[in-house]
């Protein structure tokens, strides 16, 4: 499978606890996305890098969110201190450089609970 | 501030029917319009798109209808299949002179039932 992957696809934690996701996006991909989605809304865009460089950051990526993405490969997301307000589905997508609407591709998410 | 609004979170339509999902947005610095299907558990995939240079784009069953006077989107699906039930997201870009990359503004998404 050649698609964006995910990892881990749920984690449920308790409140104040580390949590970190990892996203391994299609190889010619210089291009990787996160967003968030929360129930009854669309997703929204949290980061961008284009190979390793961090480019944009939303500002809904409070202090205790970092993302990496060391190697221009594969990206994490790591919440520290979670709060219940992080519950959530945290999307990864990934695009050539070359971008248009229908060359970014979206992961399956993984699905955080924070309780 | 909700820049992209899908009014109805939910569609219940007949097998055969025409489904109309709209989106409105306010944002006239928007001229790249794209539709995303999402199936549960599952990630959202591209479905049709459309420019501000155009007012409509076929294909297939799919056609996205744009009225930038009215800041309105609209996807036509016809006819219907059982198929197609899922949630449907507009999703709104800015292409800056062809330096666009994927920060894409999405709407709340409508559920599409479509009854056999």
């Known amino acids: 499978d050649t698609g964006v992957s995910q990892d881990p696809r749920h984690k449920i934690t308790k409140r104040g606890q580390n949590v970190t996701f990892r996203c391994d996006p299609i190889s010619e991909h210089n291009r990787l996305y996160w967003y968030r989605q929360t129930l009854g809304q669309g997703p929204e865009f949290l980061t961008y890098f284009q190979n390793e460089a961090q480019l944009e950051k939303s500002r809904l990526l409070s202090d205790r969110f970092s993302a990496e993405r060391p190697k221009g490969s594969f990206s994490t997301l790591e919440i520290q201190r979670t709060e219940q307000g992080d519950s959530a589905m945290y999307l990864c997508a990934s695009s050539p450089m070359g971008f248009s609407g229908n060359t970014i591709y979206f992961g399956e998410g993984s699905w955080l609970t924070v309780v | 501030d909700q820049q992209v609004k899908q009014n109805s979170p939910s569609l219940s339509v007949q097998e055969g029917r025409i489904s109309i999902l709209n989106c409105d947005y306010t944002?006239?610095?928007?001229?790249?319009f794209l539709w995303y299907k999402k199936y549960p558990a599952e990630g959202p995939t591209f479905l049709i798109s459309?420019?501000?240079?155009?007012d409509k784009n076929e294909d297939g069953r799919f056609t996205v209808f744009l009225n930038k006077s009215a800041k309105h989107l609209s996807l036509h699906i016809v006819p219907s299949q059982p198929g197609d039930s899922a949630v449907y997201f507009c999703a709104l870009y800015i292409n800056a002179g062809g330096t666009s990359y994927g920060k894409l503004t999405f709407g709340q998404g409508t559920i599409l039932t479509v009854h056999p």
């Open positions: 944002n006239s610095m928007f001229d790249y």
């Open positions: 459309i420019s501000s240079i155009k």
